[in-house]
């Protein structure tokens, strides 16, 4: 049973820097992609980064682009978005979500963030930037 579990949102100030993880779990092979994505409250979940963990490829939206980092440990399971240089803007509730394994769409330069590629899902972590 796969199952994804975030962990690490808080409230913090803007400028601020936060540490995102999410474990993987019920994998029995590699090959898939793993996204953060978020949701602000009246606006739509719009995906933020993405690790293909084939090759350990990393894709980003332009609103974070040079302030978040997406990595992983594959000994542990567990993906990370670093997210420095915190804007109000940041604020939602972040959701891990990954793909069927052999199936890195991610991988071949396609819509990174769409949703329906990302079979599974955490339950989120919120985090809170304020000025």
């Known amino acids: 049973q796969i199952q994804l579990r975030e962990s690490g949102g808080e409230s913090v100030q803007a400028g601020g820097s936060l540490r995102l993880s999410c474990v993987v779990s019920g994998y029995t092979s590699r090959s898939k992609c793993v996204g953060w994505f978020r949701q602000s409250p009246g606006k739509e979940r719009e995906g933020v980064a993405v690790l293909y963990d084939g090759a350990g490829s990393t894709f980003y939206a332009d609103s974070v682009k040079g302030r978040f980092a997406i990595s992983q440990d594959s000994a542990i399971n567990t993906v990370y978005l670093q997210m420095n240089s915190l804007k109000p803007e940041d604020s939602g509730l972040y959701y891990c979500?990954?793909?069927?394994?052999?199936?890195?769409?991610?991988?071949?330069?396609?819509?990174?963030?769409?949703?329906?590629?990302?079979?599974?899902w955490g339950q989120g972590t919120q985090v809170t930037v304020s000025s």
């Open positions: 979500a990954s793909t069927s394994a052999g199936r890195p769409f991610c991988a071949y330069g396609l819509n990174q963030f769409e949703e329906s590629e990302y079979g599974f």
